[in-house]
């Protein structure tokens, strides 16, 4: 009937739809965006039955209320990220005291699904909204080329201790606060660096994997990406440089020839307005090095990081403050 996501749900009872309201701070009839292009209202009822069937507990109602509003941003573009044939996916970012408050894990497999009903559930449920606002409310069904697992569940959570100021405060929120962030994103890169001695080798190698010949950025000049920090390459680069220096130098290294990216069909070899392609340069696939934001999550031991790039027909990161308890 296309009311999930192929995955068993629990079965959205009016009782448990109550509660999850409840816990939101929405009566059921109260609507709460919509995708005005689809003439798609999005009611309050729908997101918590969503919740619900996402397995999602009902104490998380604080964190999927800013959640959801985010989804239904028109900023978000949640119709573009439904129909677009790129592998994308709602990735949700969750930084601050509501981590540990919630239970979200954020050491072991953090970007993986961490084996954690927290991350796996709000997750879920970010997808589920895609889902039925998308494909359900009459949305063109998905046309994904390859696709994205991520579009089963796709949540990471920061270290509530970082060495730099939490995630969020890359999006003007509060260093205090709790938040929850979405961005329209591709899936993962693994960034394997085990015998960097310096920052810089860290940041180059990362840099490297952001400004890859196949990154989608390239296609338009604008993207952003997530690059997510583990704790080795966090101690490493935090004992050089400040969260915007990295910021900074990333922007900075991650760049290849124009020429080469039209030599390899990767854009016009005619200039294009759009794309801004200017033969005989460099070419970044950010406008600004604010577009590229840094994550601190993942388990000691191995010296791993991530990028997680953007999707390019969305590119912001929205974040929203959780209230407290």
Known sequence: ??????????????????????????????????I????????????????????????????LRPLSELLVDPEFNLSGVEVTTGGDAVLVVVSGPVVDQLGFEHQANAVGGANCRANATIGRFAQMV???????????????????????????????????????TQTGIREDASAVSIMAAEGPNS?????????????DTI????????ATNYYWHFGTSVVVIGPAHAETIAWSYT????????????????????RLGRMPAVPREKSRVVAGTMRSPFDHESQIHLLESGAPGGRFSAVIPGWVGNYNVLSKVVEAA
């Open 207 to 214: 840099a490297d994997c952001l400004g890859h010949a196949g």
């Open 36 to 63: 005005e292009a689809q003439r798609i209202e999005v009611g309050a009822a729908h997101l918590a039955a969503a919740a619900v069937m996402a397995g999602c507990r009902p104490e998380y109602g604080r964190l």
């Open 1 to 34: 009937m296309g009311w999930s996501d192929g995955l068993p749900v629990v079965p959205p009872y009016r009782s448990l739809v109550d509660g999850m309201l409840d816990s939101m701070g929405w009566s059921a009839d109260e609507v709460v965006g919509g």
């Open 191 to 203: 960034v394997n660096n085990h015998y960097a001695e310096s920052a810089e080798q860290i940041l």
């Open 243 to 262: 969260r915007d220096d990295a910021r900074h130098f990333l922007f900075d290294r991650t760049r290849r020839a124009t020429d080469d990216l039209a």
């Open 130 to 168: 895609r889902l039925f606002c998308g494909r359900g409310g009459g949305v063109l069904p998905t046309h994904g080329t390859m696709g994205h697992p991520g579009r089963l569940s796709f949540c990471v959570a920061e270290h509530p201790a970082t060495q730099w100021p939490p995630f969020h």
